[in-house]
């Protein structure tokens, strides 16, 4: 099986995992939580859960990827160690990703609305920030707008996963990130220059330690989770694309590496405009919809710049959910033996169900609740604070102590090729083995309780 599967190139491969790592993880919540938990000791805090976490993590859905050639259902069940019972946490994967791909479907259709709303200039000058606000809660809170948003998303997503793992997912991965990180620098320049934005600086890059509690803990690493695309083996499918003489550890560092730039360089972009103008930046998840749009309709020549953030958000989202989608597609492929354009119509049946009782959660189904969540907090809650939580533990474990010894070596060296980076791998094989499942099951109990 493993024989005639697509291989991306060397490059393809680690811009199709930083397209997959980059996204509103790194444009919409981090920015935002940065904001809302003071600044430069949430970064800080951020770099530490990346280094010892995240990392481990990534590179254990990475080497376990290639070394099955499979889907992550694949991972856990063909893998030396896996089976009967293993293969359950594969299948939990797969359903994990098709929520999380359906309700990230529901904002990606909010950057939908909004570029289309900056390409007619929508942001006017004379609206007041009230107002702004309003036309966001209107535009979400509706039913064909946001409907129109999630689906013309989805079918983008669905378009590209259908073109396939070279033609489609590679060449979009390929030609999009390094336009997109030309267009956040860009902007995050421009921003830079307008007076007042030294402030927002400061407030990204000195780090004021009263501000770390437990609570900006938990964030912090359920945010590198998040960015890094971890615990619902997003990562496997994509690796087991990647050729065996690719070194596993340098993709891997490599892809926390653009992520982490992205993430500062978005913060960059934004952060100096919210001080510039005034404006509080722990606004929370309304940042990016509500906020900058304001800030956009101020600035001079504001309505170039939201119409070149809407296209990189846009973008950025796209190549997270095709990540998400493809799991659930190679799933299909893998298992059901079905054909890719077969995958693709499964999945678009079933998601489209979860996404649109989403999109509704914030309009006419605002009523439903779910242990007083509503049907989109639900998803979210459950996927994040648990599903994705459990996910990246079975994957620490399975990597670090299921599978053999010689495997996870041979793996992660490609098999000698890399031997001189053998002390890493050790180091790594002990932060998979002991650090990261002790901090994973604190958050998941925390999670649990909180
Ligand atoms: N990492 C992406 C972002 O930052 C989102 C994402 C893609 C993701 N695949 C995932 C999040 C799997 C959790 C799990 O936007």
């Known amino acids: 099986m493993a024989q005639n599967r697509e291989k991306f190139s060397s490059f393809g491969a680690l811009m199709a995992m930083a397209g997959s790592a980059v996204g509103l993880g790194n444009m919409w919540r981090f920015p935002y939580l940065v904001g809302e938990r003071g600044g430069a000791a949430f970064i800080l805090l951020y770099l530490v859960c990346m280094l010892l976490l995240a990392l481990p993590i990534f590179l254990s859905e990475s080497l376990l990827g290639r070394r099955a050639g499979s889907n992550c259902f694949g991972v856990f069940k063909n893998l030396p160690g896996g089976g009967k019972r293993w293969k359950w946490f594969g299948l939990l994967a797969v359903v994990t990703s098709m929520v999380i791909f359906s309700y990230y479907c529901v904002i990606g259709g909010w950057s939908v609305q909004y570029l289309l709303k900056a390409l007619g200039f929508g942001f006017s000058k004379a609206a007041s920030q009230a107002e702004i606000g309003e036309m966001f809660s209107s535009m979400a ?18 378009a590209i996963v259908q073109s396939g793992v070279k033609k489609g997912i590679e060449r979009f991965g390929k030609v999009v990130m390094p336009a997109l990180f030309f267009i956040v620098i860009g902007i995050a320049v421009y921003v830079c220059t307008l007076p007042g934005s030294l402030d927002g600086l400061r407030y990204l890059f000195i780090p004021d330690f009263s501000k770390i509690t437990a609570a900006t803990f938990a964030d912090a690493m359920g945010q590198s989770f998040f960015s890094l695309s971890l615990g619902c083996g997003c990562i496997m499918p994509y690796s087991s694309y990647m050729n065996r003489d690719d070194n596993i550890l340098s993709h891997s560092v490599g892809t926390a590496g653009i992520d982490l730039l992205f993430a500062l360089v978005a913060g960059c972009a934004i952060m100096p405009a919210v001080f510039a103008f005034g404006v509080n930046p722990g606004s929370g998840p309304s940042l990016v919809y509500e906020t900058l749009p304001f800030i956009f309709s101020r600035m001079p020549g504001g309505g170039f710049i939201a119409i070149l953030f809407f296209v990189a958000l846009l973008v950025a989202a796209l190549t997270s959910s095709v990540s998400m989608m493809e799991v659930v597609v190679a799933f299909f492929i893998e298992e059901a033996r079905l054909s890719r354009g077969k995958a693709v119509a499964v999945i678009l049946v079933i998601c489209c169900v979860i996404g649109t009782l989403c999109t509704l959660s914030f309009g006419p189904l605002s009523d439903v609740k779910i242990f007083s969540y509503t049907i989109f907090e639900a998803c979210d809650k459950l996927t994040s604070n648990i599903l994705m939580t459990a996910g990246a533990l079975a994957t620490v474990i399975f990597a670090g102590w299921i599978l053999p010894k010689a495997d996870f070596m041979d793996e992660l060296t490609s098999s000698g090729k890399y031997s001189s980076t053998a002390t890493l791998c050790s180091i790594a094989r002990f932060l998979i083995r002991y650090v990261a499942p002790v901090v994973i099951l604190a ?7 909180g």
């Open 443 to 449: 958050i998941f109990v925390m999670g649990l309780i």
């Open 141 to 158: 809170g509706g039913v064909w707008a946001p409907l129109i948003g999630f689906a013309l998303f989805f079918i983008s997503t669905a």
